[in-house]
């Protein structure tokens, strides 16, 4: 089926990009690069395969139910213009690939970069193929981590450090945006399916949310495709490697900007605000980018701002609302991609072979490399729009679409002037980069002084794209024609107009304007001749005008003045001062809105009240009272009431028949009170006698907290209460009530929620569990506390004080021989804990318990030895290897969850039928079990590793053994 192909064509790159990091970094270049070589290859033969069944409008979907409820299906969508920009992605890739693989130093980690390169064609295959459009952002993310994974990619660099935080700046803060955006789109639509997206424009452009949701989605597009004036990311990501300025530049990140303007050019286009918004943009950013492309020194530098220039071509093509322009705009997409990846290509060629990209220092490469100099003055041509050359089609459209009347305004009416002004920059450039590189006396200062030809392969990535430019200039009607119709009738449908893609349409005015602009680009560079080969780098005039400056002064201000400012009056490294800023604005955050709102709690009569429960409340809080006033002078008895806290927790949870809480609250309450035992050490030394002035400010402050602790407990007590006794008619407790058994398969409604209703929540809470508990180690694994371990004198001291109280032990007996006994029993209740924390799981669908309790349960049976044994015996007896816990638990969350999508159900859909044991008989089976057996086994990792990076630091060992007569001397 061709709709269960569309995801094996996206999982591909994603899962050669995990196979190929697994490859070992002292692998050699060629098995790294033949798996890539062969996921893309595959992949492009994948994508063709699918080009008879999106002709003639035709489109492949494959829907998988993700969260139907909300609209949110996991859809891939294949029409033309999805087809086409596929086979951008991986056909180019693949010849990126085939370069890389001679391009790459074999000292690089050439696996890290080839898994980052088909990540990187994955995540922008997802954007080209989604058929929803939150689908769409979060590839749209993905095309941004892993450009910055690819620029980054040479990390000990740091132009390649700086140019690859800010695309991800850049660009991620426009993603943000975007989905905002989005998220409007799919609010006026009433869906986020991209099908229903794209027939609502009417509908779309009549509503009053139009305008900021428009605002979102270009600011999106335009940071993606560096248009102005968020074009200076792009010139500074130049410090990747060239294999991945070649595949950004040409086929992924920056053409994902224009491919979504195009995309849903339906929905947005044909107002004034797209004209004014995109066409604003589009047109300072052809003439800027052409412009600064001139005064470049780099060659890379040069090929970025030209790749600037023309997609501000695109962006302007598509601001104008035509049919006909929409055409060039995505024929120019594909030209662009041809000669600019064969550019890139062919300058890094030149990097490789002289050690140089500076033009103040080339020159007369011809002679050297003959081969490579004629592939990339073709190349240059087909930029420049020379006749016969696939750039000068579109260019033609372009010209035509310009002279043409759009909307009658200053912008328009100037347009084709701007076009031509434009045309004669990249003329200008074109020939800068083949005069300077190519001809004039051989180079002297350059670091390797004779280069030659590169390898056979080398170049066939770049003979192959200069070979199509050639084949689209001279026939396009044969060679593109029909797949530029496939993708021009995807996007436009009916309104596709009748265009030409003929090589000669007569003297008309676009042919004069393309002529002026040959020859005045021609006479520019004359004109400019001397001076590029000795000026500074950058345009004259805007020299000192840059948005890398002001990016980096914005940078500065936020993150250093501003920052500054925030951590010298709020910020501490003090504890106690974050927590009570933290419960203080909690409190704020709570109160103004009821306040506001004339929210008056009700609380029950005192008639109401049970008196055992109230005294067991009193108890509770005497005891949560006591431990604020001990914990300055004792904190073991601090938290022992603070246990006793809890415990009253835990009666309140079983007196108000939530027996679920109630085990729960328990188990924690175990682990908590051992673990805040264990981290006791931790807590700074007391100090000794202080004075009365420092003595009554610590006073005052412990007042203070204690005042604002009471504040919080009892306006969240008296909060709780009220929202509890609010009449509510219909409350979807009723629902859960109803469908537990019928859809969920248990009769405990509070785990079928956890596992079943909710299970993507408990998903998402589990792994934050793990998350935290991976941070806890990290922080504590080789950090000591401020005291350290008990030294001979005090292990002593220790001894005395046991043989004072022990007058009638036997000789030779210590300390540790007396913990014996509770050692033994903790041992013994071991299998018992663990028979008890099985049983909490098993039962948990229909009875209380659950994987949470077990988990935790199990831990605690873990924990135990560790009390009685020591952190060394339990680890040589147990080896509990938590990281296999946690990595154990998630898989098979995840796999439970992946299953139903299998059998045709949304993600981690439960499915429930009694099942026949010998000797036992009909027996009830979720596959919610499953779900929980991931919750049970990620608990206990998380909980046990918890304890090891506590328990490592915090228990000793005292070996101190009685010293004989004989060796007292």
Known sequence: MPESILLFLLALPFAGSIATALLLRTTSRGLPAALAGSVAFLATIVTAFFYPSVTNGKIVRLDIAWLPELGLNFTLRMDGFAWLFSMLVTGIGLLVVIYARYYMSAEDPIPRFFSFLLAFMGAMLGVVLSGNIILLSIFWELTSIFSFLLIGYWYHNANARDGARMALTITGTGGFCLLVGLLLLGHIVGSYDLDRVLAAGDVVRAHPLYLPTLALILIGALTKSAQFPFHFWLPNAMAAPTPVSAYLHSATMVKAGVFLLARLWPTLSGTFEWFWLVGAAGITTLVLGAYFAIFQRDLKGLLAYSTISHLGLITTLLSLGSPLAAVAAIFHMVNHATFKASLFMAAGIIDHETGTRDMQKLSGLYRFLPYTATLAMVACAAMAGVPLLNGF?????????????????????????????????????????????????????????????????????????????????????????????????????????????????????????????????????????????????????????????????????????????????????????????????????????????????????????????????????????????????????????????????????????????????????????????????????????????????????????????????????????????????????????????????????????????????????????????????????????????????????????????????????????????????????????????????????????????????????????????????????????????????????????????????????????????????????????????????????????????????????????????????
């Not at 925030?566 to 003090?574: F, P, Q, S, V």
């Not at 014996?820 to 209380?848: K, N």
Request: charged share 15%.
């Open 393 to 969: 089609l579109s260019k033609e459209m372009f010209f035509a679409e310009a002279v043409e009347t759009h909307a009658d305004s200053i912008l328009d009416r100037a347009l084709p002037y701007i076009a031509t002004v434009a045309g004669a920059f990249s003329v200008a450039y074109s020939i800068r980069f083949i005069h300077t590189v190519f001809f004039g006396p051989p180079p002297t200062d350059i670091p390797n002084p004779h280069p030659h030809e590169p390898s056979r392969w080398m170049r066939f990535p770049v003979e192959f794209l200069v070979f199509a430019c050639l084949i689209v200039g001279i026939v396009p009607s044969l060679s593109i024609g029909p797949f530029l119709r496939t993708a021009v009738i995807s996007v436009l449908g009916p309104e596709t107009p009748h265009y030409s893609l003929a090589v000669w349409h007569g003297v008309n005015l676009p042919l004069l304007m393309s002529m002026i602009a040959m020859v005045g680009g021609a006479v520019l560079y004359i004109a400019l001749h001397k001076y590029l080969a000795h000026c500074e780098d950058g345009p004259p005039f805007f020299r000192h005008l840059r948005g890398q400056r002001i990016f980096e002064r914005i940078l500065v201000t936020v993150s250093w003045k501003w920052a500054r400012w925030l951590e010298a009056n709020l910020g501490t490294r003090r504890l106690q001062p974050q927590l009570r800023l933290v419960a203080g604005l909690s409190f704020l955050a709570g109160f103004l809105p009821l306040y506001l709102a004339g929210f008056e709690p009700k609380l029950p009569p005192l008639a109401e009240v049970d008196p055992a429960f109230a005294m067991i409340w009193i108890i509770g809080m005497l005891s949560a009272l006591g431990a604020a006033l001990l914990a300055k002078y004792h904190r073991l008895a601090a938290l022992v009431l603070i246990g006793g806290a809890g415990i009253v927790t835990c009666i309140t949870f079983a007196w108000l028949s939530a027996p679920d809480l109630a085990i729960t609250q328990l188990v924690v309450e175990i682990v908590t009170t051992v673990l805040l035992l264990l981290g006791l050490r931790w807590l700074p030394q007391r100090i000794g006698k202080i004075d009365e002035s420092t003595a009554l400010s610590a006073r005052l402050r412990r007042l203070r907290d204690f005042l604002l602790a009471v504040l919080c407990g009892v306006g969240m007590s008296i909060l709780s209460y009220a929202v509890m006794m609010q009449p509510v008619p219909d409350t979807i407790a009723n629902y859960f009530l109803e469908h537990a058994y019928t859809e969920g398969g248990g009769r405990n409604v509070v785990n079928v929620i956890l596992v079943d209703f909710r299970g993507f929540d408990t998903m998402g809470e589990i792994v934050v569990l793990g998350i935290v508990a991976l941070t806890v180690f990290a922080l504590l694994r080789r950090f000591r506390p401020a005291s350290e371990s008990i030294g001979l004198p005090e292990q002593q001291r220790i001894q005395n004080a046991f043989d004072e109280a022990q007058p009638e032990r036997n000789a030779g007996d210590t300390v540790r021989d007396y913990l014996l006994v509770p050692s033994v029993v903790m041992q013994w209740m071991f299998p018992v804990t663990i028979v008890f924390a099985i049983y909490l799981f098993l039962r948990g669908h229909d009875l209380p318990g659950g994987g949470f309790a077990a988990g935790i349960t199990m831990a605690i049976a873990f924990l135990l030895q560790y009390l009685g044994g020591g952190v060394r015996w339990a680890e040589d007896r147990l080896r509990i290897l938590p990281l296999r816990w946690i990595a154990f638990g998630l898989l098979v969350a995840v796999a439970t969850g992946v299953g139903s999508w299998l059998f045709g159900y949304p993600f981690l859909t439960s499915h429930s039928q009694y099942v026949t044991l010998p000797l036992v008989g009909k027996v009830p089976v979720a596959s919610a079990l499953f779900f929980d057996l991931g919750v049970f086994g990620l608990v206990v990792g998380a909980t046990v590793l918890i304890l090891i990076a506590i328990a490592h630091q915090s228990t000793r060992t005292y070996r101190v053994r009685t010293i004989p007569k004989s060796e007292e001397a």
